[in-house]
């Protein structure tokens, strides 16, 4: 394998993670901006809130982007593990 082909699968594995995470840590980010500015409006600080409120944005996320993400990760696995014969060759 040559160089270009390791910085091309690496540059796959990254792309991949954003496309796998991203979403996840977006909406988790979102919804904590949004429970930290309430509480902070109400003076409610009340760490279960917080928790329900992200707990329940990314199972939501999940039902809807769910098969989407595992598209992405199950091409990647199939794209990795046909790329096993060109590594072992060199």
Excluded: W
Excluded at 4 to 12: I, K, R, W
Excluded at 35 to 42: D, E, F, N, S
Excluded at 69 to 84: D, E, H, N, P
């Amino acid at each position: 394998m040559t160089t270009d082909g390791a910085l091309a699968l690496m540059f796959d594995l990254f792309v991949t993670c954003a496309r796998v995470g991203g979403p996840l840590l977006l909406i988790a980010l979102v919804a904590g901006l949004v429970v930290g500015v309430a509480q902070a409006a109400t003076q409610l600080n009340e760490s279960s809130v917080s928790f329900v409120v992200k707990a329940t944005a990314m199972v939501v996320t999940l039902l809807l982007l769910g098969p989407t993400i595992g598209g992405f990760a199950v091409q990647y696995t199939r794209t990795s593990l046909q790329a096993i014969e060109h590594v072992v060759r060199g």
